[in-house]
């Protein structure tokens, strides 16, 4: 049998943990490789990144040689770039198609017409054969709904995704950005008519933006769906070189300032990670605060996969090595009460009146 010598061969040679995907036999890296960076123009995708074909292949080959099996894209990065330079990449790298999980999104415009963006069947038909020739495979592991489409009813949507799924092109399916209560009714319309599963959700969750834990982390564990976190870093707030006396205005969030954070309640967040990463280190190196930000991440139970994008080798390096940070009992609490959300109805209710039976659970 042939080998892949840009991948590990054995996962005891990588310090990144698997998890199973939701309620599958879908095995993912800890840490996902997001290509958000690849492909960019003269547009927004541009001011996020506009990796060419030989910086990706260097990024893709440092992910896949720190042993992150999990590639994430989206038809809409880059217009389509993205995709194509992530099908090349791994064509580059001679990397068998079967070492990789690959996941992609559907939803975003692709065209002028009102029926070339939206997640109704047609579009959703025609975006994953253009995805698929981009990617240069004839399957998509993960096909995620980027996004909810008010226009288009589920069903329709969840049946086109079926379709998918029995037809071959697609092993497992996914949503992203969705509210609880969307999620939970799509997971009741694939139950009752026996569609393929939601696996997964990919959402927004920071140390700056735990919104998450009000309703839909909560629904997630309930229900067995894996969580991949998008923007880990706020955009590169929770790098920390948006704080403090030395901060230059001539940044990425000068010019794109998203996801949207509490500078205020940030600053503080900020404060406290840089103490405690100040008493860390990895393989010698000093623990960043970005690093910091990651390995939170990592260290929550509902979290299955945390998506990291970078511009440089030497970046991507950088936040690999977060998943060898290990918080004690201490630090986790410091930072759960330098975050946490202010308790909000029936939030507030609901621990108030369980408090005497949760003791008895199990």
Not at 287 to 314: C, E, F, M, P, Y
Request: proline share 4%; with cysteine.
């Amino acid at each position: 049998m042939t080998t892949t010598p840009n991948l590990p061969q054995s996962s005891n040679e990588s310090p990144l943990r698997l998890r199973t995907l939701g309620d599958s036999g879908l095995f993912v890296s800890e840490l996902c490789l997001g290509t958000m960076t690849f492909g960019g123009g003269d547009d927004m995708w541009g001011l996020i990144g506009q990796l060419q074909q030989e910086q990706a292949d260097e990024l893709v080959k440092t992910a896949l040689e720190a042993g992150i099996n999990f590639i994430d894209t989206a038809n809409v990065y880059g217009g389509g770039a993205s995709e194509r330079i992530v099908g090349q990449s791994l064509k580059n790298l001679d990397v068998r198609r079967e070492d990789v999980v690959l996941a992609t999104k559907v939803l975003g415009p692709m065209g002028e017409g009102p029926n070339a963006r939206g997640a109704s069947r047609g579009h959703i038909m025609s975006e994953l054969k253009a995805s698929l020739q981009r990617l240069q495979t004839d399957y998509i592991d993960l096909y995620q709904i980027h996004g909810f489409d008010p226009a288009t009813p589920i069903e329709e949507t969840l049946e086109a995704l079926n379709t998918l799924v029995q037809h071959g092109h697609v092993r497992y399916v996914g949503l992203s950005n969705w509210a609880a209560w969307q999620v939970m009714k799509a997971v009741g319309i694939t139950r009752a008519r026996h569609l393929c599963p939601i696996l997964s959700l990919q959402a927004y969750y920071t140390l700056v933006g735990r919104d998450l834990e009000r309703e839909v982390i909560p629904m997630l564990e309930s229900e067995n769906i894996g969580l991949m976190v998008w923007s880990p870093l706020a955009g590169g707030y929770l790098s920390g070189k948006y704080e403090g006396p030395d901060v230059s205005e001539e940044n990425r969030r000068a010019r794109f300032d998203f996801p949207p954070v509490d500078r205020e309640r940030g600053s503080a967040v900020i404060t406290t990670m840089r103490e405690i990463a100040a008493g860390k280190q990895v393989d010698g190196q000093p623990v960043s605060v970005a690093q910091i930000a990651l390995a939170w991440l990592l260290h929550q139970n509902a979290v299955t996969s945390v998506i990291i994008g970078a511009k440089r080798a030497d970046q991507l390096q950088d936040n690999i090595r977060a998943a060898q940070v290990r918080f004690s009992e201490d630090e986790l609490t410091a930072l759960d009460e330098v975050s946490r959300l202010p308790a909000e109805y029936p939030g507030w209710m609901l621990e108030r009146q369980g408090a005497y039976r949760a003791h008895m659970k199990g």
